[in-house]
């Protein structure tokens, strides 16, 4: 059972920043691609951006220019800078990991709430 240990939100006013972390416990070996999706309520969940063992990312037009997602040397730990941020980025975040072989494992999500 791989565990994903999130860390990273909270509450920033519109243009603010912040930083996303996760972690994954499980060898950088067997991770094909992390990433990072949301959750506003009332909508569906939906990509905000992944990365994978090759460096090749992946974003949501919604948030390309404003947020990075990048991954540790070590390999096992994403992160996500967000900058600019709007209320329309308010959602819940959570971190995702496909590996080689195996099932998606899932975070267990961050609050990120925009507001002035």
């Known amino acids: 059972q791989v565990q994903l240990v999130e860390s990273g939100g909270g509450l920033v006013q519109p243009g603010g920043s912040l930083r996303l972390s996760c972690a994954a416990s499980t060898s950088t070996f067997s991770i094909a691609v992390m990433g990072w999706y949301r959750q506003a309520p009332g909508k569906q969940r939906e990509l905000v951006a992944d990365?994978?063992?090759?460096?090749?990312?992946d974003y949501a037009d919604s948030v390309k220019g404003r947020f990075t997602i990048s991954r540790a040397s070590t390999k096992n730990t994403v992160y996500l800078q967000m900058n600019n941020l709007k209320s329309e980025d308010t959602a819940v975040y959570y971190c995702?990991?496909?590996?080689?072989?195996?099932?998606?494992?899932w975070g267990q999500g961050t609050q990120v709430t925009v507001s002035s």
């Open positions: 990365i994978s063992t090759s460096g090749r990312t």
């Open positions: 995702n990991i496909q590996l080689w072989v195996g099932p998606i494992y």
